[in-house]
């Protein structure tokens, strides 16, 4: 008897002293992956985050928080800002990916911290860092591989890729495309590469135009893109910012377009900016521009007050008056929700979505009730209200809430 209830003590602090080693563990472990995050220029060195969570995992191998967090560590430690992308291993993806993986199978509805993307998301975003390398460097074969890879193993879901065709669907032919952020950007490159779809749309992810070789590569795949190949492929990061308006003619009009952009900061302008603005005067609307509803402002350097509404984007107008087009409420009037029956509840950027597209939707049901196309706007509302009702995804915006709620009526009609 004596022995057994040794036994049994002996095991309860040991089971007590691995649990508070795990808990420790995976701290250090979460608080080194956050504080290296935070200082790329300082050293981009996750070994340390890594030591911790590997210990942590071999003590307890069915949480799924710790494999999460595990994978991030792998994942940047290949490339933590996208600046060295040619660069990545396959074996540091495969890495990066089973953690994640491993996460996503013991918890599919994931509870734990998230350092940017839910799992799902962050698969997507893994491959199609290793897919971009490949298109990056010519390799065509391979970056579709990465791709497919990516979507077997649980990322680019069936809502985002429907949700992205529908932007894709509402962009003229030989549009420019601007988009911010890891997963509107891989999943339209997807879209692109793997299903050919709208290859015509230029696609450019401002947010790694500071990058040169991306600005490198999209140069390549679109020549007239910027003014030359010079300005794509000049490394300088920064110069001393100038007051400027330009002056942009219309194309096959004769008149002209000024525009004055705001920039970050009131000293230099960035790379990023600097490349911006080439495109956008180099262009002189030749091609028409467009980006998300939810696109950063500030992203758009003052053209974000010259726009013209459709469906679920903004097109860069040379006028501040949001005149209407035929396009949009010929758009509006068709626009289908069905895509919405795709939403994988326990991916939170599909609820994202779910939440972006209707703030969008609103937008553009208000706009339409505005120019007076209330057969249009009321349509548009009604499927609205059955697709997205608040009840099944509450409302994160109390100007979306109220908006609907005033205009119940029109369920009526």
Same mark, same amino acid.
């Given at each position: 008897?004596?022995? $057994?209830?040794?036994?049994?003590?002996?095991?309860?602090?040991? @089971?007590?002293?691995?649990?508070?080693?795990?808990?420790?563990?995976?701290?250090?472990? #979460?608080?080194?992956? #956050?504080?290296?995050?935070?200082?790329? +220029?300082?050293?981009?060195?996750?070994? @340390?985050?890594?030591? *911790? $969570?590997? %210990?942590?995992?071999?003590?307890?191998?069915?949480?799924?928080?710790?494999?999460?967090?595990?994978?991030?560590?792998?994942? &940047?430690?290949?490339?933590?800002?996208?600046?060295?992308?040619?660069?990545? #291993?396959?074996?540091?993806? =495969?890495?990066?990916?089973?953690?994640?993986? @491993?996460?996503? #199978?013991? !918890?599919?509805? *994931?509870?734990?911290?998230?350092?940017?993307?839910?799992?799902?998301?962050?698969? @997507?975003?893994?491959?199609?860092?290793?897919? =971009?390398? &490949?298109?990056?460097? +010519?390799?065509?074969?391979?970056?579709?591989?990465?791709?497919?890879? +990516?979507?077997?193993?649980?990322? &680019? !879901?069936?809502?985002?890729?429907? &949700?992205?065709?529908?932007?894709?669907?509402?962009?003229?032919?030989?549009?420019?495309?601007?988009?911010?952020?890891?997963?509107?950007?891989?999943? !339209?490159? *997807?879209? %692109?590469?793997?299903?050919?779809?709208?290859?015509?749309?230029?696609?450019?992810?401002?947010?790694?135009? %500071?990058?040169?070789? *991306?600005?490198?590569?999209i140069s390549k795949g679109y020549p007239t893109l910027f003014s030359s190949r010079l300005v794509a492929t000049d490394t300088t990061p920064y110069r001393t910012a100038t007051d400027t308006t330009f002056k942009i003619t219309i194309r096959n009009t004769g008149k002209i377009f000024k525009w004055t952009p705001t920039r970050q900061r009131p000293d230099y302008i960035l790379r990023s900016e600097e490349l911006f603005e080439n495109i956008v005067n180099h262009n002189g609307f030749k091609r028409r521009m467009y980006y998300e509803k939810n696109y950063p402002n500030e992203l758009m350097m003052g053209l974000h007050d010259y726009k013209r509404n459709d469906v679920l984007l903004y097109e860069v107008s040379t006028s501040k008056n949001d005149t209407p087009t035929k396009e949009f409420v010929a758009s509006a009037a068709t626009f289908s929700l069905d895509m919405v029956s795709k939403v994988n509840g326990n991916i939170d950027y599909d609820l994202s979505n779910i939440i972006c597209m209707r703030y969008s939707l609103i937008n553009d049901i208000w706009w339409l009730e505005q120019q007076k196309h209330m057969k249009q706007a009321k349509e548009l509302y009604r499927k609205l209200a059955k697709a997205i009702p608040g009840g099944k995804y509450p409302y994160d915006d109390k100007y979306c809430a109220d908006y609907m709620a005033s205009h119940n009526d029109w369920l009526k009609d």
């Open positions: 008897m004596r022995t $057994l209830l040794l036994t049994i003590i002996t095991t309860l602090l040991l @089971t007590t002293g691995n649990a508070q080693t795990f808990s420790e563990l995976l701290e250090k472990g #979460k608080n080194s992956l #956050k504080n290296t995050r935070n200082r790329y +220029g300082n050293g981009t060195d996750f070994d @340390t985050a890594i030591n *911790y $969570l590997e %210990q942590a995992v071999k003590l307890n191998p069915g949480d799924p928080e710790v494999h999460y967090f595990l994978g991030n560590a792998y994942d &940047y430690s290949g490339d933590p800002d996208a600046s060295k992308i040619t660069e990545i #291993k396959v074996s540091t993806i =495969m890495l990066a990916s089973r953690e994640i993986e @491993t996460a996503i #199978k013991l !918890s599919p509805k *994931y509870t734990g911290e998230i350092v940017t993307l839910d799992p799902y998301t962050k698969i @997507t975003a893994i491959w199609g860092t290793l897919a =971009m390398s &490949y298109l990056a460097r +010519g390799i065509h074969d391979s970056a579709r591989w990465a791709f497919t890879e +990516g979507k077997k193993r649980g990322g &680019y !879901s069936e809502l985002s890729l429907a &949700y992205r065709r529908a932007i894709f669907d509402n962009c003229a032919k030989d549009a420019i495309l601007f988009l911010s952020g890891d997963e509107p950007c891989m999943t !339209s490159w *997807y879209l %692109q590469e793997v299903e050919h779809y709208r290859t015509d749309i230029c696609l450019v992810n401002t947010d790694m135009l %500071q990058l040169p070789w *991306y600005s490198d590569y």
